[in-house]
């Protein structure tokens, strides 16, 4: 896709145990913000569900495989309104139970993303690691990979999707009390770093104790201010126009000969070896 793409983020409540309502407001909110033109549509982590469940047994009645019955009801409506929607969902796969996310467009099921880094919080206590590889889906409007919540935190998660070539990397959230810092710098640290689109869709409300920040971000490639902001506590629709193809050029000349970066060429791989050390202790200092 040439040209501009408009986003929206929805910084919604969901309600927890109540996926029918949940969907059906989800439905709702993909159709207004489709007449405001957006051609992607972006949803917090269990936008469908809600998220501070007691145990795994609380949560399974409201699992569901991809594509499913919840999937299945978004889709008619990206068909219907030629958009792109990702939402978040618990995902049933066999016995098993993931912190998803969909990709979903007017073509059926682009993707799906199991969250692979696992806080101690909410359903997250439960449910299993993501096993599925970091991958990045070619659309129409762009290049698009995703991640959830907490997955943001580690740098080597979105510097893979931006080496598979991501354009777009999208995050649904959870971010309770104690996360500001989170959109305030890591968000716009990790657009710039990889120079590529972040989309971080927060929640908002009050889920059996824990408080939500809302504070969503859409994040320039090139740093400085943000595209677009959600408003603390409340729910909120951002809006933002974005050029995925211009995240595509690497290298950037300030001066011709004199000043210049390549964030890719420029990288020393070798000598990052221990990012991958499973048993690396920080605690144990190296000879």
Known sequence: MDGKLKIAGVQMEPKILEKDRNLTRCLELIQATAREGARLIVFPECALTGYVFSGLEEALPLCEPIPGPSTEKILGVCRELNVYVVIGLLERDGGKCYNAAALLGPGGVLAKYRKVHLPYLGVDRFVNHGNLPLTVCQTEIGRIGMGICYDINFPEHARVLALEG???????????LRREFVPEHIIPARAAENLVFVIAVNRVGEERGSRFIGRSKIA????????????????????????????????LVFVPGEFE??????????????????????????G
Request: hydrophobic residues 40%; proline residues 10%; aromatic residues 8%.
């Open 261 to 286: 970066v390549d964030i890719f060429k420029d990288r020393r791989p070798e000598l990052y070896g221990v990012i991958t050390d499973p048993l690396a202790d920080p605690t144990r200092i190296r």
């Open 220 to 251: 320039h490639w090139a740093g400085g201010i943000a595209l677009a902001e959600g408003k603390p506590y409340e729910e909120d629709i951002l809006y933002a126009h974005i050029e995925p193809a211009t995240a595509r050029e690497k290298h």
């Open 166 to 176: 991501a354009d777009i990397i999208v995050l649904p959230t959870n971010w309770p």
